[in-house]
């Protein structure tokens, strides 16, 4: 469990880390922050297939490239590819009979009633559409715009986003739980 914090504080900060560490460092030197984040991924996902298949070859991919070019580029598509992996993931759950945001319901309800179960997968369609949206968003910032735009859209404005859909969710289920 701490490890998903560390997790989860480093990946929110990240944006932050790149842009100040761009202002004073080539971007070569920066890739350690890239590998200290992927060692952390690597052990808290485990034995998973996304560790292995995806995370490592990426992150190493993106590494030697940074290391090699000196190029800031890879070390900015982090955010794009955690909006990626993210809209993977949910998009794959709606292909199996429990989506992502059942599987997340059910751990609070395990009873969940049929009308609960076609909730959740409308959700998880809208969360695929906001990580879609999202992803591509800071993909042009990270391609067209500055690092200040990078980093204001990546380390703010995209978390203001998700926690205004994860709030407006949460109104939403209030009222369909009340009047079922």
């Known amino acids: 469990m701490a490890k998903r914090v560390v997790l989860v504080i480093i990946t929110l900060l990240y944006p932050l880390a790149v842009y100040m560490g761009l202002q004073n460092f080539d971007a070569r030197h920066l890739v ?6 992927a060692g952390i991924r690597m052990v808290s996902l485990g034995e998973s297939p996304l560790n292995h ?16 070019l000196n190029s800031p580029l890879a070390l900015k598509l982090y955010p794009v590819l955690v909006s990626a992996s993210f809209l993977v993931l949910f998009l794959w759950s709606l292909k199996s009979p429990t989506s992502m945001i059942e599987r997340i319901a059910r751990l609070q309800d395990p009873q969940l009633p ?10 998880t369609k809208v969360w695929c559409c906001f990580f879609g949206l999202n992803g591509s968003v800071a993909l042009a910032i990270t391609l067209y715009g500055t690092d200040a735009q990078w980093a204001l859209y990546n380390g703010l404005i995209s978390y203001l986003c998700m926690g205004t859909l994860f709030a407006a969710e949460w109104l939403v289920r209030q009222r369909v739980m009340k009047s079922a």
Do not use: D, S
């Open 114 to 123: 049929e009308r609960g179960v076609v909730y959740t997968r409308k959700v």
């Open 53 to 68: 298949w995806f995370w490592l070859p990426l992150l190493t991919l993106l590494g030697v490239w940074t290391w090699l």
């Open 32 to 37: 350690l922050l890239l590998i200290v984040i």
